[in-house]
């Protein structure tokens, strides 16, 4: 059945908040464009109770239409309560108040502008153009986004992927859609790409996506493009706060690449396949004065095929394709996780039967590549659970704390 323009109830704002993931984050640029689609994220908020809080503030804003002020007074209560500091405006009533501001706008209009992408994009059979708005709400207008007021575009035209509103902070901006008997009855057309004003500015840093738009998209890969580019005790919250939800996502992810790794061999080609948890980033730092520049691992394709992996298959010890199969899950729910006092290595170890665990050793980025940030797999084979544990007796083998 047809569904007529604006008659759905405005849920959509709400469901897009609700199907988010709480995120920690540090600056306000560590989580950038699609990936605000997937996750929930207030810069400088990093313990998991803050979070839920600020979100709850958030949905009950959208959900009951709470004022600004009454957002502000929750906000406050909550920065109390948590006993939050080091976040920017803390030091002024004028900046708490801003900082306040920003939250509450940033998500509501990034909501809002998310429930409506979801039903223009239900009646855009019928109603296929979008015209852009500037708001006359916007106290200090932008020019760009002045001069866009009237853009009319198809729906699926590739300027809204980085054009549609919000723009910016603050930005009120928004989109009406058009059938084409209002361009007839208006005397309407669309508008020439080439004649659209400031092609190359008026979107500000990391805003130029289409809120709703990329809600599809798997969260693991938003995650794993900015996961090596963060300071290692940040990539590690993010990563151990996410790594149940995104199980699967990264579990299909790693066996994709894997088949193509085996039926179409190239050179030099890497995956990140998991990160270092926090408290073996804090017992790194506490026992051995080891602070990785990030906490991504990662493994190059050539360890599947390179000199170790024939060397170990010829030992009757190598992995098999179903173990490397594993290779995630290993990472992300070891049995256990030891330092290699002789190597300097993580090594993580599962159970692979018949009395023999699956060993996987980890390089830090320092002693891989200066310029690369990640961790890297340099080992994987099977070793017996005698050998691990005589290695442990010997003090060879340190045992790291499990979560």
Known sequence: MAVDYGSLPFLEALAFL???????????????????????????????????????????????GTTFRDFQAN???????RGWTGWTGEDTKAGRAWRARVIYDTNLFTAYAAGRYRQMKEVAEARPYW??????????????????DGVILRHDDPWWASHAPPNGWGCKCYIETLAERDLKKQGLEPTSPERIP???????????YQPGANQTTPLYDLITRKLPALDAPLGAAMWESLKDAVAMERQLAWWNT????????????????????????????????????????????????GTKQQRHLASQDGLLESEWRRLPEILAKPEAIYFDTRTGKLVYVVSAGDEA???????????????????????????????????????????????
């Open 357 to 403: 665990g699956i060993k996987l050793s980890v390089e830090f980025d320092a002693r891989v590549n200066k310029s690369d940030r990640t961790n890297r797999i340099v080992s994987g084979f099977r070793q017996s659970s005698q050998i691990i544990d005589e290695l442990v007796r010997g003090r060879l083998y340190q045992p790291l704390p499990l979560n």
């Open 198 to 208: 400031y092609p190359d500015s008026g979107v500000d840093p990391g805003w130029d």
């Open 75 to 81: 906000f406050e209560k909550i920065v109390a309560d």
């Open 258 to 305: 894997l088949e193509g790794w085996l039926t179409s061999p190239q050179r030099g080609r890497m995956a990140i396949v998991g990160a270092i948890g926090p408290e073996i980033l804090q017992w790194l730092q506490e026992n051995k004065r080891l602070v990785p520049r990030s906490a991504a691992i990662d493994i190059q394709e050539g360890l599947l095929r």
């Open 131 to 148: 015209r852009y708005r500037h708001s006359p709400a916007s106290v200090v207008p932008r020019a760009e986004h002045l001069s866009w």
């Open 18 to 64: 609700r199907r988010k993931i709480n995120l920690p984050t540090q600056r306000w640029d560590d989580l950038v464009d699609a990936a605000h689609d997937r996750a929930f994220v207030v810069a400088g908020a990093m313990l998991a109770d803050l979070l839920m809080d600020l979100r709850g503030a958030v949905d009950g804003a959208i959900a009951d």
